[in-house]
């Protein structure tokens, strides 16, 4: 079944785990995410970012999608996810990820989306405060769980942009929750978005055990969610270059560090650039192994993109010859089906 947020950051909560997040950007992505879930016997929670709403309304050029393309992909993912999680025995949470703005969240709800993410993190304390509250209210009336965020990561992911981190506030965190009634609350404590997040990062922990010790005391229930938390397979990375690709300074945060960050308070874990790197290196694979696919009239169209942008690893900036399938699932011939069962 599809489940607003909520609910099951409650169970997050009282039982002292974490949950993953896992961005989609296509249709087919959503549903292989819910078999791998079935699979573990894990609820899930898929996450279509701001622009991947853009992207899956069919814009090619999804950095500058409109509201109205936000609006359309955002109905397209959810109109598939409800069918798929109707029929698997597995909770099912589909969020908006970095929601811009109100406008944002409200086409993610309207389209279907059982949560949403409202980031006013660059914005001063109050404002984002003031935001967020009227998210919260107007997704709160319908059904749907929030999160928000305050403080500033470092790294770039499309919009989401910072030269430097600023890490949370432990008590501005807590009087977030009071003031906006928010689910969840994005922290900054050492993560950063995106494949460069540098050697050895250490996690500031001590952020997050600060905010639920409050939290505790104050009775206040909320989830802290850690953003940027791709781990980087330095395996993959490789794959990637060796299949012709060219990606450098790639660095993730260790399995460890965020394993120890759970129960230090974290409770839901974001991971975006770990699937774009795996399809990167899945689709490089598929065309070496297939070299009769690269003129393919189907699906050739991805594989000179491929061969075009050696330093990119966005899903999204190969796909556009296969837009119809991202969009709505369809596989028309035997040669999309083939790239969509590596994708
Ligand atoms: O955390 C950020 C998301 O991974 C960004 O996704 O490239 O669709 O904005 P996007
Ligand atoms: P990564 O770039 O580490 O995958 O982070 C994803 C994320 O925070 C999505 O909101
Ligand atoms: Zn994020």
């Known amino acids: ?27 087919a992505q959503a549903k292989a995410a819910i078999e791998v879930h079935e699979m573990f016997r894990s609820a899930a929670i898929l996450q279509g970012a ?41 909770p099912v949470v ?16 309207e389209g279907g989306y059982t949560s949403v993410m409202i980031d006013g993190s660059s914005l001063p304390f109050e404002e984002n405060v003031e935001l967020t509250r009227e998210v919260v209210k107007y997704a709160h009336e319908r059904g749907v769980s929030v999160e928000g965020e305050l403080g500033v990561l470092a790294g770039v ?23 906006t009634g928010c689910d969840a609350l994005a922290i900054s404590y050492g993560t950063m978005h995106g494949a460069s997040k540098g050697k050895d990062v250490k996690l500031r922990k001590e952020i997050a055990i600060a905010i639920k ?34 990606i450098q300074n790639a660095y993730g945060i260790s399995i460890e560090e965020l394993k120890a960050a759970i129960p230090c308070g974290i409770g839901k874990i974001n991971v975006d650039t770990d699937i774009r790197l795996a399809v990167t290196r899945n689709m490089k694979e598929y065309f070496a192994q297939n070299p009769e696919k690269r003129n393919s009239p189907s699906i050739g169209g991805v594989y000179k993109l491929l061969e075009e942008k050696k330093d990119q690893f966005d899903p999204r900036a190969f796909l556009p010859p296969i837009m119809d399938t991202v969009m709505y699932g369809i596989v028309p011939d035997e040669d999309r089906a083939e790239l969509v069962s590596v994708i």
């Open 94 to 109: 589909l969020h908006l990820d970095h929601g811009k703005n109100f406008d944002s969240c409200v086409a993610a709800i």
């Open 213 to 246: 010790e409050c939290m505790m005391h104050e009775n206040l229930f909320g989830v802290l969610v850690s953003h940027g938390s791709s781990t980087v397979p330095r395996y993959i990375v490789d794959e990637i270059n060796a299949l012709g690709g060219n």
């Open 157 to 179: 992911e499309d919009h989401v942009f910072s030269a430097t981190s600023t890490y949370t506030n432990p008590l501005k965190a807590v009087e977030f929750f009071k003031k």
């Open 50 to 90: 701001d622009l991947a709403n853009g992207f899956m309304g069919g814009r090619t050029d999804f950095q500058n999608a409109t509201l109205e393309d936000k609006k359309i992909g955002a109905k397209n993912i959810a109109a598939a996810v409800k069918k798929y999680a109707e029929n698997s025995p597995i």
């Open 1 to 27: 079944p599809l489940i607003p947020l909520r609910p099951l950051l409650e169970t997050v909560d009282k039982y002292h785990f974490a949950q993953g997040a896992f961005n989609v950007n296509a249709v």
